[in-house]
C-alpha cells in the first residue's frame, strides 16, 4: 500500500475529524487506501466509510472490510453515491487532493517530466476511461484557452511566450509525448527549469482532469449532506486549492462572498477549528519529500446555518 501512495498528515487527519465510532464518514481521495485504513481503524462495527476513487488502478488497494465501500468515481459525484444507497449525512469528509504517487511514478501514465527520455505518451488522465489526455488538448485548444490554461492553473506569467512556441511546434508535428512538451518549455523557462516545468505539467494536468471544478462541486455540496457539528479536513498542494477551501470555511461558498441575514449578521456555514493550515512536521518531510507543499485545513459546520 505505502509503495502505491504515501499518505500525508495520518494523524493531524484522524485528529480533524474527531472520529465518532459509530458514524459516517468520507474518503474522497482514496488512492493507496492509507487514510481510509486508518479511519477504519477508529470505527466500531456500526460505523461506516465510503471511499472515492476515479483511478481503477486505485483498486488494487481495496480493503477487505464490511464497514468500507469503494466506489469507482471522481468525487464531484459523491452527493448523488450517497443518495444512492441511502445517506442523507456524513459525520466527516476528507480530501487529499492532488495527484497520487503511483501515478506519477507510472512512466507512461504522463504526469512526471522527469520521465521525457522514454518517449512516453502526454496522457495526465486520472480516470484512464476519460476520453481526452493532456495530448489531446495541447494539440485542441485554441491559443487563447492554452494561454488561459498556463496562466490560472500554473501561474506562469510568461504563458504567451511559451504557447507561442507550443504553436510554432505544432507547425510541423503534433505534440504527443512528455519529452516533446519538455522540449518546447525548457528553452522559454523562467527562474529554474525544473520548477517551470512543475507548473507546466501542473497547469495541464489540473485542465485535463478539471480538478478545479470537481473541488468546487466537493466544496459546495459538503453544505448539504455534512451534519451540523461533522468536521470536513481537507489537504491541498498548491494555492489554487487552498483558496477554494479557505473561501469555503470563511464565507459558505467558493467564491469567498461573505453572505448576511436582514440584520447584518453574518451566515456562517463553517467555524475554522484553525486559524492557520497546519503543515507537515520535518520529520514527515524527510520521510516523504513529496507532502512538503501540503497544507491541511480543518473546519467544522456549524450547527446553525
Known sequence: MSEYHVPAMVQETLDGLVINPDGIYVDATYGGGGHSQAILQKLSDKGRLISFDQDEQAFQNKLEDSRLTLILSNFRYIYRFLRYYDISQ???????????SHQLD?????????HKE?????????????????ADLINQSSPAILENIFKEYGEIWNASKLVAAIIEFKKKNLIETVGQLVQIATPVSVGQPNQYLAKVFQALRIAVNDEMGALQCLLTDTVDYLKPGGRLVIISYHSLEDRLVKHMIQSGNVEGILK??????????????????????DKEIKENYRVRSARLRIAEKSVKE
Open 90 to 100: 456524513v459525520d466527516g469528509v476528507l480530501a487529499d487532493l492532488g495527484v497520487s
Open 106 to 114: 507510472i512512466p507512461q501514465r504522463g504526469f512526471a517530466f522527469r
Open 118 to 134: 522514454l518517449n512516453l505518451p502526454l496522457d495526465m488522465r486520472m480516470n484512464l476511461s476519460q476520453r481526452n489526455s493532456a
Open 260 to 281: 448576511r441575514d436582514p440584520f447584518g449578521n453574518k451566515l456562517k456555514v463553517f467555524e475554522a477549528v484553525t486559524k492557520k493550515p497546519l503543515i507537515p512536521s
